[in-house]
C-alpha cells in the first residue's frame, strides 16, 4: 500500500513561488536580488480599503458568514458586472472565493469527466494546466503566436475542438504575454465557439487584470457578445486591480443560479466561508469613487515602467519583446540569448532526468538569479505541454523603476558572460 495517492503526483505548481526559497538563497550570500518573479503590485492596498477592514475588524465582523459569499458584494460584483459588460446578472449567480485560483480548478472538478478536453492558452497561467490531469481530464493548450501578439486565433481555436470539449479558459488582459484582445477577435472565438461546442461547453474567461490596461485600450469581456453570457464564467478579483494579494478574494459570475450553487456547496467542503472583514473590504474597493483614482494611479506607474522596460530589452542583444498592452508583465523572446551562450548545446549534454526538470530557458533564468542576481520566471512556468524550442522569459514590472533599470543592467552584463554561464553549468547546481 502506498502512503500517497496516485493522483497527488498528477497535480502540477506555479512556480513564481518556487522561486521565494532560492531568493533568499542568493541573498544570503550578501547579492541583492532583483523580484521580478512574481506578479504582485508593490503599491500599498489603497487607504479606502484598508479603513473599512480595520472598522470591520472593530465591529468584530469576524465568525462565520454565507458560503456564497456576502450578499453587499455579490450584488456590487453583480452591479460592477452589468455596468462594465452590459449583461444582466444576479448576485444568486455570483459565487466569492479565497482568491482567484480556487474557481480555475473547481472549474474543472465540476464539468470535467474522465477524458473531456481542456483548452487553455499557452502560454497561460500555469494553474491552468495543472490540475487537468489530476481531475482525469485532457490538456489541450492552444499555443499563442508571437507573431499575433499572443492573443488567441479563433482558427487555431477552432482545429483544438472536439466532441470532448468541455471546458475552454481565456485569459485577457493575459499573463504572462500581457496580450489584449479586440472585440472583432472575441466575436471571430465566440463564432467557433457557438458553431463548433456542445451547448454545455463552458467558458473560463479569467479577466482578474480587467483594469490594468495601457494606451487607452478598454477591457472587453466574451460574456458581452450575443450568445456568450450562457456559456461563460466570468472571473476577477481583487488581487490585481487593487493590490491586495494576501486579502484573497475572488469571484466568479456563474451562467445559471443552479451552477453557483454548485460551487457553494464546494465552498462549505473545502473553505466553509471566506472573512467577511474582508469581504466589506472588497465591496468598498467596487463601489468607492476613490478606488479608480488609486487604479489610475497605480496604472500609470505600470505603463512608465513598461515604456522604459520594452525599450532597453529591444535595444539588448539578442532579445526582441512586444509591447503588452495590459497587466504588469513583459515577455521577451530571448532566442538570441540563447544561441549567444550556447544554451541549446550546454542542454543537450545534461542527463536525460534534468532535461525532462528544465529547458534552455530555464538555464538561463537560474544563471541571472544565482549569478546576476535578477529573479524572473521561464517559458515552462506558464504551460509544459509542447513548449520545447520556445525561448522565452517573464519579467514583471511591479517592481519600482530603478529596480528594473539594475535588473536590465545585470540581464545585459549576463547576455556577455559566457564563462560565467560555463561555469555555472560545470558546476551542475541549480539547473531547474
Known sequence: MNLISDRTSLIHTENAFKVGPYIREVEETGLHVVRCNIGEPDFPLP???????????????????????????????????????????SPQQVVVFPGGKPPIGLSQQVYCNPGDEVIYPSPGF???????????????????????????????????????????????????????????????????IKSKCDPNVRVYSDEIYENILFDGEEHVSIASIAGMREKTIIASGASKSFSWTGGRIGWAVFPSIDEAKIFTNLNINYFSCIPPYNQEGARVALTSPKSAESIAEMVSAFQERRDMVVGRLNKAPGVTCQNPKGAFYVFPNIAGIVTALEIEKHFETLPKDIQNKTSPSTLFQ???????????????????????????????????LDELQLALDRMEKAVDDNDGFNDFIKAGQRLF
Request: hydrophobic content about 40%; charged content about 20%; glycine content about 6%.
Open 366 to 400: 537560474m544563471f541571472l538569479l544565482f549569478k546576476h542576481g535578477v529573479a524572473t520566471m521561464d517559458r515552462k512556468s506558464f504551460g509544459q505541454i509542447g513548449t520545447a524550442g520556445q525561448h522565452y522569459l517573464r519579467l514583471s514590472i511591479a517592481t519600482a
Open 47 to 89: 487607504a479606502h480599503i484598508r479603513d473599512e477592514v480595520k472598522r470591520q475588524l472593530d465591529l468584530d465582523n469576524v465568525h462565520y458568514t454565507d458560503p456564497q459569499g456576502i450578499l453587499s458584494l455579490r450584488e456590487a460584483i453583480a452591479g460592477t458586472i452589468e455596468s462594465t459588460r452590459k449583461i444582466s446578472v
Open 126 to 192: 500555469p494553474i491552468y494546466e495543472s490540475f487537468i490531469r489530476y481531475v482525469g481530464a485532457v490538456p489541450k493548450p492552444l499555443h499563442l503566436r508571437e507573431e499575433l501578439g499572443f492573443s488567441v486565433s479563433a482558427s487555431d481555436l477552432a482545429e483544438l475542438i472536439s466532441s470532448r470539449t468541455k471546458l475552454i479558459y481565456l485569459n485577457f488582459p493575459s499573463n504572462p504575454t500581457g496580450g489584449v484582445a479586440t472585440l472583432k477577435q472575441l466575436e471571430e472565438i465566440a463564432e467557433v
